[in-house]
């Protein structure tokens, strides 16, 4: 024992030295190699301090860390990868924070206040847009005084060139945060208005903007919400106002350039001086997965660019990934996760066509959703299917598909809540598990599991990540509220 004892001091003795000399035993390891890549990296780093001439901010909406994670996993296994090691190419960007998204009257907030916070720099309640916390929701008397000053307006009025850009409705919370200002988040066109309501209804409001000259580019959906009940749209659907006004002819008399198709969206002059108005879809344009003849977020992005880049004094430009939303809504991860990959291409295209020496990027979500993700599933394990075993004696999964304690598969992306709650009511809300097979789970169409029972998913409350490059992005870390990044934006484009 005491021979040993002298061993096993020397051993630790000899490794101290090693150690105090520089020599880690792991440092030929790959994994150590690349950490001490990423700190020269670091090292290297410079914050760029000029002038922000462009801002392009683009907000996935619902994606937080989790929707976040699961679409760097999905985007990797389609290409092959186990998913983990994959890159988003906002992760690429260096610098990242983390954003408080609470409504001033709500713990969950929900994307009208939130995008409020990100366009005007102020919290707000629940459910208004363009306004500060003094108004009550639904209250139109109190849109005057309350309204604040939204990030377009305010480089509008610098003399930069604003674009907007949602597949969710135009009219729809988000985008209208950018060029609105409402007691309702809801009041989206002059049916939705309370009577007596003076204010403006939403359409209304940025074909107005576009007027104006606030709003030089808009594209995404939601024609029904400018055309009369009496009117029947490209999809052959009827409008939906009651005032009988078609609010695209009145765009297109003003001055306006409309295009209502994918196959027009391609033929469209983008250096004309007119300003844009793209409406691709009756209501929402479609789920990634589903899209035919609408053009991509990746596409607009770029149109959006050309047609914005020529104005010397610069542009903003807003984009919102609106489906991810509605997706973890519907507890369908598989159509959210193609909506994430399509929100990446789109980052993509943004770094592609600008520089960072001149154009602050920056890409978040308004709020996160309820998803988790269960244990313990090997590596490369697809995100959205059933939880596959750990190998032991190797890197892959195993093919044996792992069980609860019920015996039964499970998915390795869950809900807190929504319609997939084993809670059913024709059951007296006792919970039952289906026996899932591989196929059933990876199908596009299929509903995540969830616990409790509700038709529509909820939003957390927890914080969502912020990610951010070129001029005085390095202003974006730590924990900040989400109200701060309007700071950012504004203060990057007046620094002298």
Known sequence: MKTMNIASIAFAFSVTTALAEGNIPQQNNDWFKAGEAEIQSKIAQQPITKPAKNIILLIADGNGVGTNYATRIFAGQQNGLYGDENVLPQEAFPNLGLV?????????PDSAGTGTAIHSGVKTKAGVLGVDETLNRGDCSQVEAAKVATIAEVLSDQGKSVGIISTARLTHATPASAYAHSADRDFENNSDLPEGCETPDIAVQLIDQMKSGVV???LGGGRSQFLPKSAVDEEGKNGKRTDDRNLIDEATKSGVSYVGSG?????????????ILGLFGSSHMQYEYDRTDEPSLAEMVKASIT???DN??????????GRVDHANHDGNAYRALTDGVAFAEAIAMADKLT???????IVTADHGHTISFNGYCGRGTPIHGLCMGVDNDGVKHTDQIQTMN???????????NGPGSILKEDQNWEGFRPDLTQAQALDPDFIQQALLPRDSETHSGEDVAVYARG??????????????????????????
């Open 100 to 108: 408080k998204t609470y409504n001033v009257n709500a713990q969950t």
């Open 216 to 218: 030089d580019l808009a």
């Open 263 to 275: 196959p027009a969206f391609s033929e469209l002059d983008l250096k004309s001086d007119n300003p």
């Open 307 to 309: 047609a914005l880049q």
């Open 312 to 321: 010397e004094s610069g542009y903003f430009l807003t984009v919102e990934a």
């Open 355 to 361: 520089s960072d020496q001149d154009t602050l990027i």
């Open 406 to 416: 019920d015996g039964k598969p499970y998915s390795v992306i869950g809900y807190m």
């Open 471 to 496: 001029p005085w992005a390095h202003l974006l870390n730590g924990t900040v509220e989400q109200s701060y990044i309007f700071n950012v934006m504004n203060y990057a484009a007046n620094a002298k």
